[in-house]
């Protein structure tokens, strides 16, 4: 570790190839957002419909913002606080706000993570000693859940222990650290997620679940009279585009930061495209994992389907359990199973996370590694307390109405990030001219195939449509119009 340190000082570290590049990202970009988030809108915005708009979104907008942040990060070989000043003068505050981001989310996704583990261990303690913490009853009323979340001191210690993981992992660096990491817990992610959804497609009744699941329904197009809505096809454009951001993490820092450690003999080009395809093949899964058994336990049990999907971070933390627990001893093993995965997941998402922070500080003020991931494992454990207490002993400072958790979780997403990713699309369209990306995706020796739609992409279309998201998420949260997402 200590000459990888060392060598920091002179050289950039980097990745040992392209595949561990493609890995590490995609490890970044499945995360939380894929298990959770994606079943849930997919099943809102009408199935096979809003999966449809998704890929269109991914291909265009998402591949554009993508390859941006990823040639930024290799040309200038910084992270994003110093590489947008790098860049070009008087653009330093894409960087500043980039920067920004990770910081605050961080926090809020360890306590999350927290969350996760406390399940996991539950239910590890449940498939061994036969314990029913969760038992029907308990899980039946979510009360295991609220009694968790709004104790004293408990989700800050399990989120506490997420932070000493991802700490762990990025104090070694990028090739003994990160990339280590991410060969241990991907293929096991890939296993879980494959044989769970295996798993769920076989079981018996499970087929109008995936029907429901693929079926393109027309309600993501038409308003409440049936009759086609300008108006529901653009809030289910504007879903799909904010879980886009989201779930292969844009706007964040992180891709600019991986591809600060990108080799250029690498096409950037080809790693876009399989990265994109590791996400959104994972997101698919999740809801083949999720969706049926969630609609044949809402049709069991004379639950309205619409509302045991739209349960936001309910549909993980209590509807599944409220599954798993009629499913007797099996139940208890798929808690483990399936819990198991969302940690993997989740951890490698937060380490990108955490890592951008800490080369961000690296590159600023010349540190080194240790110091710099000490200092922002501090500042994360400090703000992690505001989230973690923000459902029990601090749950009446909530500012804006909103606990602290979903308050991070609002700026962050629905504000700071499409600020961020229009900012970045302008900077590279019109400051830097998309001839610099260009040239950069062409450095591994073969031709940008994409280099036309690509160049429209970034200088029109994604900055038009961002706008559009970010002023209907701000009409949203001040209540002005019907934008609801
Ligand atoms: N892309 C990851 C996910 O889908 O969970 C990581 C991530 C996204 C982290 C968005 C945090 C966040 F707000």
Avoid: H
């Avoid at 000493?164 to 660096?173: K, L, M, S």
């Amino acid at each position: 570790m200590t000459s990888e340190l060392n060598g920091e000082r002179q050289k950039r570290a980097s990745w040992s190839g392209q595949l561990a590049f493609v890995l590490a990202a995609a490890a970044s970009a499945i995360g939380l957002g894929n298990l959770w988030r994606f079943p849930y809108l997919a099943a809102q915005y009408g199935g096979g419909t809003f999966i449809a708009v998704y890929l269109a979104l991914v291909a265009t907008l998402g591949f554009a913002l993508m390859l941006s942040e990823i040639a930024v990060g290799r040309m200038t070989r910084q992270a994003p606080l110093t590489a947008f000043s790098r860049l070009r003068r008087g653009w330093g505050f894409v960087g500043f706000l980039g920067t920004v981001v990770p910081v605050l989310i961080v926090p809020y996704y360890c306590v999350i993570g927290g969350w996760v583990l406390k399940y996991f261990v539950t239910y590890c303690r449940m498939a061994l000693t036969g314990a029913q913490p969760m038992g029907e009853a308990a899980a039946q009323s979510g009360a295991f859940f609220s009694s968790f979340i709004s104790s004293n001191f408990a989700p800050f210690g399990y989120g506490a222990v997420f932070v000493a993981a991802c700490a762990a992992v990025i104090v070694f660096g990028v090739k003994n650290g990160i990339e280590k990491s991410n060969v241990a817990m991907m293929p096991l992610l890939f296993l879980l997620a494959v044989a769970i959804s295996l798993y769920v497609v076989f079981l018996p009744g499970s087929g109008d679940g995936l029907k429901y699941y693929f079926v393109p329904s027309l309600s993501a197009l038409s308003g409440s009279d049936g009759a086609f809505s300008f108006a529901q096809l653009g809030r289910t454009v504007l879903g799909a585009m904010g879980q886009m951001f989201y779930s292969l993490s844009l706007a964040m820092g992180i891709m600019i930061t991986y591809g600060s450690y990108m080799r250029r003999e690498d096409s950037i080009e080809k790693c876009v495209r399989r990265i994109e395809i590791f996400d959104t093949a994972i997101a698919v899964i999740a809801g083949l994992m999720i969706v049926p058994v969630v609609y044949m336990f809402a049709v069991k049990t004379g639950t309205d389907v619409k509302e045991a999907m739209n349960a936001g971070p309910g549909l993980m933390f209590i509807t599944l359990p409220k599954v798993f627990a009629t499913l007797g001893g099996a139940g208890a093993w798929l808690g483990v199973a399936f819990f198991g995965l969302v940690i993997f997941a989740a951890l490698t998402s937060a380490i990108s996370l955490y890592e951008a922070c800490v080369a961000s500080v690296c590159d600023l003020l010349g540190v080194g590694r240790r110091p710099a991931t000490f200092f922002i494992g501090t500042l994360v454990l400090f703000l992690s307390t505001f989230s973690a207490l923000g459902y029990g002993a601090w749950k009446d400072v909530a500012p804006f109405g909103m606990p602290f958790l979903d308050f991070f979780d609002f700026t962050t997403n629905s504000v700071m990030m499409p600020v961020v990713a229009v900012s970045t699309c302008i900077a590279v369209g019109w400051a830097v001219k998309p001839e610099a990306v260009i040239d950069e995706v062409e450095a591994c020796g073969s031709r940008f195939r994409a280099k036309r739609p690509y160049v429209f992409f970034v200088k029109y279309f994604a900055p038009v449509l961002m706008i559009a998201l970010l002023v209907s998420e701000v009409c949203r949260a001040l209540g002005i119009g019907g934008w609801k997402i």
